[in-house]
C-alpha cells in the first residue's frame, strides 16, 4: 500500500470498500464479530477483514464499542501498526475497538484514543456498564440455580456445626487453661517441643513431638453455629425458581435493577467465602480430636521438662472418640457426637468465573 510523506495512506481509506451494514451493533454472539476475533488472532490485520468500513469518520461520530480488540504486531506482515480510519492514518495502533457507529450504519475497527474526549468517554461508560451487566448476568444465570442445592448442603450441616460448638465449649470451659497455653504456643510457631534436660541439668536437648493440629479448637472464640447462618442468610433471598424458565425469569429480573444486580452478585460470592471460611474450619477443628494430636499432645504434656504439665487420652467408647484432658485435679472429658464425622463438606457446588471478553 503506498503511503504519502505523512504517513496517510492513499487507497485504503480513499477507494470505495464495500462494507457491511448494521442498523444496530452486533452482538458478541454474531458471527461476524467471531470472525474478526479470529482473523485478527491469525493476522493482526482488521484492513484485510471484509465487511468493515474504511471510509471517513469525524472524530464526534458518536459510536458504541462492540468489543476491545488488541492488535498482535508480531503477526502483521510488516510488524506495523494497524491503520484507523477515523484518524485517517495507516500506521496508528495497538488497542482498540470494534466500534459501531449508527449515523454511518456501519462497522469499523478503530483505535483508542482518536475520538473527540467527550464521545469517547461516553462510549468508554456505556461500554463499562454493558459489560458489567452482561457479566453479571452470566453469573446469575449459573449461579442462582445452585443456591436450592447449597440450602440443602447447608441444613445437612447443621448437626455438625452444632456438635462442634457443643464439643468447643466443653472444652473451652472445662480445659481452659490447656486451651490458653496451646493457643500461646501456635502464635509462637504452633510446633511441640520439649526442651528436655539432661545430666547436669545444665545442657538442653530439643525433643520435637510434631506439629500441633486443628488449631481451631484454640481460638477465643469459635462460632460455626454462626459461620453457618451467615451462609443461609446471604442465600435466603436467592432461592430462584424451580424450573429453568423460573431461574430465568428471576435472573432477567434481578439484573433488570443495577442496585440488586450488583447486590445478588456480591452476597452470592460471599456466600460461597463464607461457606469456605465455616468448611475449612470445621475441617481444621476435626484434626485436633484424631488420635495422632491427641497423643501427641499427650507426649507433649506428660514429659517431665514439659512448660506446662498435662495428660491428653483417646480412647474408644462404644466406637466413638472419647478425649480426657487432665491438668492438675481438672479433668475435661469429651465424647465426639457422630455429627461431627457426618458433616458434608465436598459437594458445595460453584458457578464457573466468567470471564466472556478473551
Ligand atoms: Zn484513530
Known sequence: MARDRRGVCSNLFTDARDHRRFV????????FVAGLVEHLRRTGQPETFPGLYYGPIARDAPFAIVRKITIDRSK???GDLA???RCGREDKFIEGALAHFPSLQCCAVVGHCCADKKIG???DREYQRRTAREQAEDFLLSAVPLVARKQDILCKNTPAADEALRVYRKFRKEASKIQRHLRALNRSGG???VAERVRAQFETRDMVFGPLEGTTALIAKYSPVQELEAVRILLA????GSTEEATFNYVVSLTADENRRRDAHARLRAADQFWDKFSARLRDFR??????NVERLNAYGSHRDSPFSFQAAYELVQRRPRITFRHRQHECRILLGAELD???LDEWPRAPSVARQP
Do not use: I
Open 237 to 240: 433471598e436467592y432461592a430462584g
Open 342 to 344: 457426618e458433616a458434608v
Open 24 to 31: 444496530e451493533p452486533p452482538l458478541s454472539s454474531d458471527g
Open 83 to 85: 491503520p484507523c480510519p
Open 76 to 78: 502483521r506482515p510488516d
Open 287 to 292: 484434626q485436633f480430636w484424631t488420635r495422632d
Open 191 to 193: 510446633v511441640l517441643r
Open 121 to 123: 468517554a461516553e462510549a
